[in-house]
């Protein structure tokens, strides 16, 4: 069975690759499960339910030939490049060419294979689709086929998960290369303009390739540069540091280079993309004004809740932050959980990337300084911060056993989450002690199935318990 025409033929190419390196074999794809095609790194429900529908026509007809796409077959009638803005994305792992000399084929080619896979699940993670695989080094578009707002945003957040999982591919394998990357923001004229049949690639045309490429021969090992107009599209989303123009090869003016330092620890999408100075706010008086008067209820030990629910661009973060301006003098303390598209099916994300930033994390600190930048981040008693650091630690994906004992050996994972959960809404408790304090959600929306049951967790507690 050809795997990769099949692929082709439900309209999902961009998974060969990934079926490749994982072995799926024309036998093996007929006994795929959903948890299986989450394991190798198809992210999308939509994609999944494509696949398992498709895989049950092929069992239900196992001698059937899988269905050949007419564009694949018939002569090309017309031209089918369109111009495209697209965020590019360029990477290879650095001295490949050295260590092809010191390793075996085989193992060079498990070398290859993992990145490769890596880079498929970081890729389909975020919604962007791998052109082209070129031996150590791949090319990745993000706003095509499917295009997206935020497609910048999107490609630096693949090359950070990119360049994660290559670290800790290199921590099980000393000897894993490292890896650099480069991304740019243009219009290109893309489309099948290359191949027949299977072979055929979405190839891309235009001087943003070219800027991408050069960046990433410039980025250091384990760097993601970008281009200005990347930086422009993704706002203050995550943190750089302006490495000013820089002469590139092919490129006839000075072209300004930034290296992403990682996630903006404030996760603030309406902060992100307003870094510039906003406009005074117009209207809502009445709306500002009744959000004023809950806090006034609340100062007096009368806890609120307030929603705003309305449709997307209508506002909603505009007012919350006016409000926040508004309290002047007050002294209150103010806790943000932000949810994210991109991680709707990560347990408790929210409360992770709050703890991530309260704590202070740097990409670069070892596990050890984590954990101390996390005790120091609790509130409460000794035995309580005790009791609280390692189920957070699990939570936050940091090593802990050489401090504490492991949590899988005293207690079932159920008990874990339930734990775990009732340290975090501890600790909440504990941080309001120190005063009033104001708890925004954005997104909810967004929100994992986890945050939502924690929420109604916390909301759940009647007024005068001390809980809100």
């Known amino acids: 069975m050809d795997i990769e025409g099949w692929l082709c033929g439900i309209g999902l190419p961009q998974y060969a690759e990934m079926f490749r390196a994982n072995d799926i074999d024309g036998e093996l794809v007929r006994r795929l499960t959903n948890d299986d095609l989450k394991d190798i790194g198809v992210g999308s429900f939509g994609h999944r339910k494509k696949l398992l529908e498709a895989i049950a026509a092929l069992v ?28 590019v994305i360029f990477c290879d792992l650095v001295g490949s060419t050295e260590l092809s000399t010191q390793l075996d084929p085989e193992d060079l080619g498990q070398v290859i294979g993992d990145f490769r896979a890596a880079c498929a699940n970081a890729v389909a993670r975020f919604g962007g689709s791998v052109a082209k695989y070129m031996g150590d080094g791949a090319l990745v578009y993000f706003g095509y086929p499917e295009a997206y707002e935020d497609a910048a945003v999107r490609a630096i957040l693949a090359a950070l998960a990119l360049v994660e999982s290559v670290g800790a591919l290199r921590q099980s394998s000393p000897r894993f290369p490292q890896l650099r990357v480069g991304i740019a923001t243009g219009m290109v004229v893309v489309g099948e303009l290359i191949g027949e049949g299977a072979s055929r690639e979405h190839v891309a ?7 991408a490429a050069r960046l990433q021969a410039l980025a250091l090992p384990d760097t993601v540069l970008i281009a200005e107009s990347t930086r422009s599209m993704a706002g203050d989303a995550f943190s750089y540091k302006d490495l000013g123009p820089q002469i590139l090869k092919g490129i006839p003016t000075p072209s300004r280079a930034w290296a992403v330092v990682g996630d903006n ?42 929603l705003l629910s309305a449709p997307a661009g209508m506002g909603k973060s505009r007012m ?69 650091t390692p189920l957070l630690a699990a939570l936050l994906s940091i090593p802990y056993s050489q401090r504490y004992p492991q949590l899988e050996t005293i207690m079932s994972e159920l008990v874990r989450k339930q734990r775990t959960m009732h340290v975090l809404e501890e600790q909440l408790v504990l941080l309001s002690g120190r005063g009033p304090t104001l708890v925004v959600f954005e997104d909810v929306h967004w929100a994992d199935r986890s945050s939502i049951e924690l929420v109604g967790r916390i909301l759940a507690e009647p007024r005068g318990s001390g809980r809100w």
């Open 60 to 87: 239900a007809a196992p001698e059937a030939s899988p269905p050949i796409p007419v564009a694949a077959t018939e002569p090309k009638t017309h031209d089918t490049a369109e111009r495209r803005q697209l965020t």
């Open 205 to 211: 045309v235009g001087e943003t390739l070219n800027l």
């Open 265 to 306: 620890s404030a996760d603030d999408r309406f902060a992100a993309w307003t870094s510039k100075r906003v406009t005074p706010l117009v209207g809502r008086i009445d709306e500002i004004g009744m959000m004023r008067q809950r806090w006034r209820r609340a100062l007096d030990g009368d806890g609120q809740i307030i």
């Open 320 to 388: 919350t932050r006016a409000f926040r301006d508004g309290l002047g003098g007050t002294q209150q303390l103010c806790l943000q959980f932000f949810c994210s598209p991109y991680h709707t099916n990560s347990p408790l994300y929210p409360f992770v990337r709050q703890l991530e930033f309260a704590a202070g994390f740097d990409r670069h600190d070892s596990a050890d300084q984590k954990l101390d930048k996390l005790e120091a981040a609790l509130e409460g008693p000794a035995d309580v911060i005790a009791e609280a």
